[in-house]
């Protein structure tokens, strides 16, 4: 009897634990998910190679939102990229290689709600609703060739791009270090957790990705532990128009946006994309 008791107590103290630290992490999931950066990568941003000013737009909500538009010396129309960050990125440093990342096109850098200089709180629906918010406004610009605008991102921001390139007409799209979703990756590191019932963030980006109409072009870190190879793997398996699934060497999860090797590689595909001017639609 006094086993019984001993071995109930235990599977009593167990679940109040289960229970307790499911409940920490529904409560944190933002946190967990989200971690905005406030103060900027780099002071005062310039492009080397484009005119650059500091632009504040306002999402569907009245939320202010905050970045830099880069525009390329000569007179338009130009291709032009929309930049999604990864979830500690503040997306000054965006500005200062854009240059090197993608010459001779127009560029639109904004931070999420949260980061940098941009206000509101971060989450999943605000940022895909911002993000083809920022699509439109870019291509509405009289220095813009509509037909000619890709998305890149970057991490947590590759589910952002996929999710964009799902609702607009996207010209190409450039994936940095992606992953199927986020829900896969937190069920894969809280295992004990019942994540599918709590996750609110899932960016699921393995759902829309046989849907994707654009070429894209999926980057990875030689060493990944934040984003491992094989939940990029599902999602190259599912997307739609694979253009190439390429490793950068002596990359990690950190590092790849800033490698010279990385951003020729964008840039390259990029520029290639771009001279074959085709129409694209919305899936």
């Given amino acids: 009897m006094n086993n019984s008791r001993k071995v109930a107590g235990i599977a009593g103290i167990a679940s109040v634990l289960w229970v307790g630290f499911t409940a920490a992490i529904a409560a944190s999931q933002r946190r967990l998910v989200f971690n905005p950066t406030i103060k900027r990568e780099v002071l005062n941003p310039r492009s080397s190679g484009h005119r650059t000013r500091l632009v504040t737009l306002r999402a569907a909500d009245g939320t202010r939102l905050s970045g830099w538009l880069m525009k390329p010396a000569v007179v338009g129309p130009h291709p032009a990229v929309v930049y999604f960050g990864g979830r500690s990125e503040e997306v000054s440093w965006v500005a200062r290689d854009a240059g090197k990342l993608f010459p001779g096109m127009t560029v639109l850098a904004v931070n999420y709600r949260g980061y940098g200089d941009s206000h509101g709180d971060p989450a999943e629906n605000h940022?895909?609703?911002?993000?083809?918010?920022?699509?439109?406004?870019?291509?509405?610009?009289?220095?813009?060739?509509?037909?000619?605008?890709?998305?890149?991102?970057?991490?947590?921001?590759?589910?952002?791009?996929?999710?964009?390139?799902?609702?607009?007409?996207?010209?190409?799209?450039?994936?940095?270090?992606?992953?199927?979703?986020?829900?896969?990756?937190?069920?894969?590191?809280?295992?004990?957790?019942?994540?599918?019932?709590?996750?609110?963030h899932r960016f699921e980006s393995v759902k829309y990705a046989?849907?994707?109409?654009?070429?894209?072009?999926?980057?990875?870190?030689?060493?990944?532990?934040?984003?491992?190879?094989?939940?990029?793997?599902?999602?190259?398996?599912?997307?739609?128009?694979?253009?190439?699934?390429?490793?950068?060497?002596?990359?990690?999860?950190?590092?790849?946006?800033?490698?010279?090797?990385?951003?020729?590689?964008?840039?390259?595909?990029?520029?290639?994309?771009?001279?074959?001017?085709?129409?694209?639609?919305?899936?």
């Fill in 127 to 200: 940022m895909v609703d911002d993000g083809c918010m920022l699509f439109d406004w870019l291509a509405a610009r009289s220095h813009v060739d509509p037909g000619r605008v890709a998305v890149v991102g970057r991490s947590l921001g590759s589910g952002v791009a996929v999710q964009v390139a799902m609702q607009r007409p996207v010209h190409s799209v450039v994936l940095i270090t992606p992953y199927d979703s986020i829900l896969a990756i937190a069920q894969r590191r809280f295992r004990a957790v019942p994540v599918s019932f709590v996750l609110r």
């Fill in 210 to 283: 046989s849907e994707l109409k654009a070429p894209t072009y999926v980057v990875r870190a030689a060493s990944d532990d934040v984003v491992p190879h094989s939940h990029t793997d599902l999602l190259v398996s599912k997307l739609g128009r694979l253009h190439l699934d390429e490793i950068i060497p002596d990359s990690d999860h950190l590092n790849i946006p800033y490698l010279p090797a990385t951003q020729d590689k964008i840039a390259g595909f990029l520029a290639t994309q771009f001279a074959q001017a085709r129409p694209t639609t919305a899936g």
